[in-house]
């Protein structure tokens, strides 16, 4: 049911009305969930951040919603209730109740985005705490409509310039507009990204934060045991050091068993014994796995969109790579293999196109959502 009606939704588009989801809400909220907020906006590190922020407040005895984006394998990995993705009961459920709510003009407009992030809020009703996790940008996002108590920033870097500009400061300015009361900076590779948010916050009459004054010699202690329980790269501890510092902000009391169970699937998340995949698709986030898996070599299996930097991600992994394997991916929006094939010879990097794994080597599955989601389903035929 709700399968089909998404299926009819373009995932894309060339132009955005950002009035739209405003309009709508507008229209609906009154049946909406009204639960506390945590608004999370940043370049990387969004949906780990949130999940163990989430993680931890569902332990600490608090009904509570994380919806993030987008998913690798079935969408209920976006809408995540008290421990468990959603069901395709309650979503069929949510689904009928909000078509109930919006006419049929609304119905038609709405994104697969702005759709889903108020199914996603149909579902949260009820919840004491909900975590969502903007899709693109910020202050024009379809999460941005809702009204929250905290605003978490993840490092902000260059991604999306079709949408959000070309500079740091347009990126950043977009992005960090979406504040509303209170804002936690994690820390960021630019500093301008600080600047920016100092004269967004001052002019809201908003609180500003980075994440390391909210934190305590015992708070360092238990992310470090926490990091060691769940085996987390350098750049997955820096998302748990956010994460952390909301717990603090929000007055919670934690302790390391509140975060045992985590981790979010597809975040340098290693399923076999020589086999490593990571939905990462950006510069930064390349440089996150180099310094996380430095020291060994890997066969990095991998494809790309049009509109990434693939060329600088792969002159960033250009170190720890033994040689590419293109892995073939259904998307138009997938550069062709010819081009990226001419950058890889330039680079120097050895490729060939992914058949079968061998065993005697390392994989680094990489690229996005959709090259895991394509390795994926072959690994599990």
């Not at 089909?4 to 060339?14: A, I």
């Not at 400061?169 to 960021?188: V, Y």
């Not at 060691?228 to 994460?243: G, H």
């Not at 430095?294 to 509109?307: A, C, T, V």
């Amino acid at each position: 049911m709700l399968k089909k009606f998404l299926e009819d939704k373009p995932l894309f588009y060339n132009e955005i009305d950002y009035t739209r989801m405003p309009r709508v809400y507008e229209k609906i909220k009154s049946h909406l969930c009204t639960s506390k907020t945590i608004h999370i906006i940043g370049t990387n590190g969004k949906g780990t951040t949130g999940r163990f922020l989430a993680t931890a407040l569902h332990s600490l005895g608090w009904k509570t919603g994380h919806y993030t984006s987008p998913h690798i394998l079935e969408f209920n990995e976006r809408i995540w209730l008290s421990g468990n993705n959603v069901s395709n009961e309650q979503l069929d459920e949510a689904h009928q109740k909000l078509l109930s709510l919006l006419s049929l003009e609304d119905v038609n407009s709405l994104s697969y985005f702005e759709y889903t992030t108020f199914l996603a809020m149909m579902l949260f009703i009820g919840c004491d705490f909900v975590v969502l996790e903007a899709g693109l940008g910020g202050e024009h996002d379809a999460t941005a409509v809702f009204s929250n108590e905290l605003t978490l920033v993840t490092p902000i870097d260059i991604d999306h310039e079709a949408f959000l500009g070309n500079t740091i400061k347009e990126i950043a300015t977009t992005k960090l507009n979406a504040i509303q009361k209170n804002a936690i900076l994690a820390s960021q590779k630019f500093e301008e990204v600080q600047k920016i948010a100092a004269e967004i916050c001052l002019k809201k009459i908003a609180s500003l934060h980075s994440m390391d004054e909210l934190l305590d010699e015992n708070d360092t202690a238990n992310i470090q045991k926490i990091s060691q329980t769940l085996k987390l790269a350098p750049y997955l501890q820096d998302n748990l050091k956010l994460s952390v510092s909301a717990l603090k902000f929000l007055g919670m009391h934690y302790n390391e068993t509140h975060l045992k169970n985590a981790k979010l699937f597809g975040r340098l998340s290693k399923i076999d014994e020589n086999v490593f995949i990571d939905v990462g698709h950006n510069p930064l986030a390349a440089a996150s796995l180099l310094n996380a898996l430095e020291g060994e070599k890997y066969i990095l299996i991998y494809n790309s969109y049009k509109d990434k930097n693939y060329q600088e991600i792969l002159r960033i992994l250009k170190p720890i790579i033994r040689h590419v394997e293109i892995i073939d991916v259904t998307d138009n929006r997938i550069e062709s293999k010819q081009t990226l094939q001419k950058v890889l010879t330039d680079l120097e990097i050895k490729y060939k196109d992914y058949k079968e794994r061998d065993p005697r080597f390392l994989y680094l599955v990489f690229g996005s959502f959709s090259v895991v989601e394509a390795f994926l389903r072959e690994y599990y035929e």
